[in-house]
Antibody
Framework: QVQLVQSGGGVVQPGGSLRLSCIAS????????MHWVRQAPGEGLDWVGF????????HYSDSVKGRFTIARDNSKNTVYLQMNSLRHQDTAMYYC???????????WGQGTLVTVSS | IQLTQSPSFLSASVGDRVTITCRAS??????LAWYQQKPGKVPDLLMY???TLQTGVPSRFSGSGSGTEFTLTISSLQPEDFATYYC?????????FGPGTRLEIK
């Protein structure tokens, strides 16, 4: 069965950095793009970005562009979200999700909480 | 592309038929998906490409629309359907979600 297991969340000071990981199993990872989606406490879903199945292309929301980077290692079935210059408003639960060709998100990780606080 | 949902909050009873509307600020063809999220849980994909049900989703859920206006209909509400529903467009980057519709028991 498809599984996405996330790690790497925690508390970080404003201006700091954090890297999230998402390890996939149960499907051929190198065939699928991957999304990152976040959800601030009590708020709705906020798309963060997407990486193509082969890592050749990435897209980001305007709010994270230039600060966040999505990468993947298909040999490790892992996608990463590198977050730099973190702000209070980046505090959220972060989810990785599998992205088939039509770019919806069909399977989601369990989420990892990122708290930006001094 | 901005997505709006109406209503933002809906109170209904078991057995009711309910409809949630998602409107896009510009045409998105059929590139629309719907998600269900229960409190404290991970979102679940309900349907994609406007009306294609994800595997395992009950047939009481249906979707319709094209261009800029889309609807999610639940034909007969069940207790497990009370949740928040989000639409998402995948027509163009940046991808966007609607603000959500919270469906509660009357």
């Amino acid at each position: 069965q498809v599984q996405l297991v996330q790690s790497g969340g925690g508390v970080v000071q404003p201006g700091g950095s954090l890297r999230l990981s998402c390890i996939a199993s149960g499907f051929t990872f190198s065939y699928f793009g991957m999304h990152w989606v976040r959800q601030a406490p009590g708020e709705g879903l906020d798309w963060v970005g997407f990486i193509r199945y082969d890592g050749s292309d990435q897209h980001y929301s305007d709010s994270v562009k230039g600060r966040f980077t999505i990468a993947r290692d298909n040999s490790k079935n892992t996608v990463y979200l590198q977050m730099n210059s973190l702000r209070h408003q980046d505090t959220a639960m972060y989810y990785c999700a599998r992205g088939p060709l039509m770019l919806y998100a069909d399977y989601w990780g369990q989420g990892t909480l990122v708290t930006v606080s001094s | 592309i901005q997505l709006t949902q109406s209503p933002s909050f809906l109170s209904a009873s078991v057995g009711d038929r309910v409809t949630i509307t998602c409107r896009a600020s510009q045409g998105i063809g059929s590139h629309l998906a719907w998600y269900q999220q229960k409190p404290g849980k991970v979102p679940d994909l309900l349907m994609y490409s406007v009306s294609t049900l994800q595997t395992g989703v009950p047939s009481r859920f249906s979707g319709s629309g094209s261009g800029t206006e889309f609807t999610l209909t639940i034909s007969s509400l069940q207790p497990e359907d009370f949740a928040t529903y989000y639409c998402q467009q995948s027509n163009s980057y940046p991808l966007t979600f609607g603000p959500g519709t919270r469906l509660e028991i009357k």
